[in-house]
């Protein structure tokens, strides 16, 4: 079955770096496009970033482009969140999920940014 | 930035009885290659947040037939015909039709 397991969270003082991670296993990674997405502790949901496929697209929130880079290994069927210049208001739970409509999503890895 | 705002933010419901989550965008959603990228998704409590309804009204495997989803443009509706005790949670929606993706402010689901 789909398996979809973040690691790297942690907590980071302001300003700091940290990388997240999201193991694929159960499906054939290389054809989907993936997702990460957050949410702050007691709040909502908030779209963070998304790469295609192949890798040659990525985008971004406004909350988080030019501080956030997602990048994918097709050989570990591997996703990847670098954040750096992390800032109080990224602390949340992070989510990656499947494919351009979100089918399917990991159980998150909680990021703490504090000093 | 699309704006989606959801109705009602909090909704007591009755077990046996049906309920209705209405999400309306800022902008229309259907995108150029003919799909409505609108799409629900429920997260219980300490739980991740699961899909539903993809591109407005498709039913995921394993989602009870009582969960429906509807709409067109900016207006779309997430109905439950008939709430049980596992429907308790909080739903969302989101558009994945213009970049950025936006979710709803979610509607939190719990029972009279």
């Known amino acids: 079955q789909v398996q979809l397991v973040e690691s790297g969270g942690g907590v980071v003082q302001p300003g700091g770096s940290l990388s997240l991670s999201c193991a694929a296993s159960?499906?054939?990674?290389?054809?989907?496009?993936m997702h990460w997405v957050r949410q702050a502790p007691g709040k909502g949901l908030e779209w963070v970033s998304f790469i295609r496929y192949d890798g040659t697209n990525e985008y971004y929130a406004d909350s988080v482009k030019g501080r956030f880079t997602t990048s994918r290994d097709r050989s570990s069927n591997t996703l990847y969140l670098q954040m750096n210049s992390l800032k109080p208001e990224d602390t949340a739970l992070y989510y990656c999920?499947?494919?351009?409509?979100?089918?399917?999503w990991g159980q998150g890895t909680l990021v703490t940014v504090s000093s | 930035d699309v704006v989606m705002t959801q109705s009602p933010l909090s909704l007591p419901v009755t077990l046996g009885q049906p309920a209705s989550i209405s999400c309306r965008c800022s902008?229309?959603?259907?995108?150029?290659?003919?799909?409505?990228?609108l799409h629900w998704f429920q997260q219980r409590p300490g739980q991740s947040p699961r899909r539903l309804i993809y591109k407005v009204s498709n039913r995921d495997s394993g989602v009870p037939d009582r969960f429906s989803g509807s709409g067109s443009g900016t207006n779309f509706t997430l109905k439950i015909s008939r709430v049980e005790a596992e429907d308790v949670g909080v739903y969302y929606c989101?558009?994945?039709?213009?970049?950025?993706?936006?979710f709803g402010p979610g509607t939190k689901v719990d029972i009279k």
């Open positions: 999920a499947k494919e351009y409509s979100f089918e399917y």
């Open positions: 902008q229309g959603l259907l995108h150029s290659d003919g799909n409505t990228y």
């Open positions: 159960g499906f054939t990674f290389s054809p989907y496009g």
């Open positions: 989101i558009q994945g039709t213009h970049w950025p993706f936006t």
